[in-house]
């Protein structure tokens, strides 16, 4: 911080503050791990990887990788001091693969050279030779081998058979659902300084630090103790930086551990598609029953997902998919059955929204196919299905819902997009141009805010004050972009009345805060701004007392604000009041704690209240499609989303607008592509299609639900923001697919899997129109 006085700027939460790194992030100045100086013995990493998706290594001769240029040493299972695993709920997942591959990519071993270039030069001269065994690729064939890296869980709520039994009306159908790739601006890194007894220095790109020390201290046969990670920032996660950097930080650590030399190991993008998971592809068979106004009276689904070859993150991916397949509809009757199915594939691993997406894609398809099976409009179904307030307010998982702000956002964004008439003007347009179609959809979203894994809604802070009236604050929460570091610098400043400026935020530091959580669930700024208040608060208090005893004041004649603390009437500055305390020998140090309260679950039954409270929101989104080339255009969205009390609206609104282009690409653009081997043909940006300023629509209008604080005790009633607006992208498609029903006649239904690509947009044309040539 600079010599001269702290400037005193308005930081107040609930107001616009820009993100706390931007001058860095626009200067170039920002620095991620790739940016770290480094000792200049530091050796360079890479890894050699299987070429084959399931088989056994009968020849492994790493003679001339060896005797590349540069090299300086290789790592095979046997050079790890500890567990060869770096799966962190099932110990299936190794970090070098021993004697069995079980995907095209999975690593063998990795080498360590003078630089980066002989690394990668030294891994291609690897002689291996393989025993091929039968490799199963996708879901369908997993199901039909009854293959699955974990159980099947079923959840059963009412009567479903009965009721579907005695149903008016009864549809049967199908919905396909595409994975995705994170695609983070920065790939996955780690870096590993030995250090002295043994302990080891991790700099990774990680949401979860706590995860990377006690995987690396099993790998090394170390306590946790004898590692540190650090994660100043990352740039990009989106949930592929939660479980997988342990490989890299595990290899990085073993390779320094074996040299006595640093290690830095950075995966370049094709390295980084095919090494690591991607988002969970899923297929949903359904069995609908409803009435002939369009209201769902029972369902039975069965739902399944390609996970890869190794358990990661599969298990609560696939739960948290149940729990979101009502999302924002009132189901009685429900029984659903979820395979989570082993595939000759990279492991699938978390992604933004962590199966929430997926589960909301099969009931947002299965009630357009009711819609447009009743001929109705979709949003009446949409609204008739809408869960209620003091009735038809239970979850099939036993959480009643009792924020519900549906009715009002369908009301408000209904209206302020004019989606009516709107919906007429495009028919009159659909009637008059053969080529062009447009279409136009409104999906809501009722996103639970909560790990499911109640252990893990839990998180630590520690807070200095120093005797000019700065503060540092370290907390277990990981900043990539999203401006956690921000909102929690907003807390802190609103707790002791200071400007942003007198707040520094540092790097996230397992020898700092221990046993965190991951920066997941959307529950950042929910776990960690109660953790950085209630150390803020416990200091405060410490210095209100002083001021009491010094000044013959009572309590609340004491008030943080501007800077100044003012005792009465006296005024000291904030940093005279801390200087106070230094003297008077009171500690200006404290550590804050928080646990979200209410939450419970059985994970066996799949029942409980997995979640504090819901965030909600709703989008219209208008498309036009090419029937000649299957292109499609995004041509207006609107948005309404509840944040609760904003802690900062400029964040938040950068948040849905990011979050929805995500879930966008997901849906339109992003095609992950493997061939019959089993290799990944989508891994590089020129064959793999992410969303740019170019599909950004010509209209975007995004407004935050006003006047709904979060009625749970959240911190400053605000609400989650970094997953459910990805959700909102589900209009998208609904839209693309509205406009492909206008090719055929009332009551057909599009056959239009995600992405939405060309391709599919022209099989699904010709699946309403009967021209399948």
Known sequence: MKAD???????????????????????GQALYADDIGLPANTLHAAFGTSRVAHGRVVKLDLSRVLAAPGVIAVALPGDIPGDNNYGGIVHDDPIFAEGLVQHVGQPLFAVAATSYRAARKAVLLADIEYEELPAILDVRSALAAQSYVIPSQRLVCGEPAEALATSPLRLKGSVTIGGQDHFYLEGQIAIALPQEDGAMLIHCSTQHPTEIQHLVALALGRHSYDVTVQCRRMGGGFGGKESQPALLAAAAAILATKTGRPVKLRLDRDADMIITGKRHDFLADYDVGYDSSGRILALSVMLASRCGYSADLSGPVNDRAICHLDNAYFIEHLDVLSHRCKTHTVSNTAFRGFGGPQGMMVIEGIIDDIARTLRLDPLDVRRLNFYGIGER?????????????????ADQLEASSDYRARRLAIAEWN???????????????????????????????????YRDGSVLLNHGGTEMGQ?????????VAVEFGLPLAAIRVSATDTSKVPNTSATAASSGSDLNGKAAQAAAQTIRERLVALACAEYAVSADQVRF???????????????ELVDKAYLARISLSATGYYKTPKIYWDRTLLRGRPFFYYSYGAAVAEVAIDTLTGETSLLRVDILHDVGTSLNPAIDIGQIEGGFLQGAGWLTSEELSWNAKGELKTHTPSTYKIPTARDWPAQFKVALLEQEPNREDTIHRSKAVGEPPLMLAISVLHAIRDACAACGPAGTLPELPSPATPEAVLRAIASVSGDRS
């Open 393 to 409: 307010d239970f979850t099939p998982y036993g959480q009643q819902v009792e924020d519900n702000v549906l009715q009002p956002i």
């Open 431 to 465: 009637a008059a141009n053969p080529i062009i179609k447009r279409g136009i959809a409104l999906t809501p979203v009722k996103f639970g805010i909560s790990f499911n894994a109640t252990i893990f809604n839990q998180a630590g802070a520690l807070l200095h004050v």
């Open 483 to 491: 401006g956690l570091f921000t909102k929690i610098a907003q807390v």
């Open 561 to 575: 604000a501007d800077g100044s603390v003012q005792i009465g009437d006296q005024s000291l500055s904030f940093a």
């Open 5 to 27: 006085p702290i400037g005193f700027d308005a930081t107040a939460v609930g107001q616009s503050v820009r993100h706390e790194s931007a001058h860095l992030h626009v200067s």
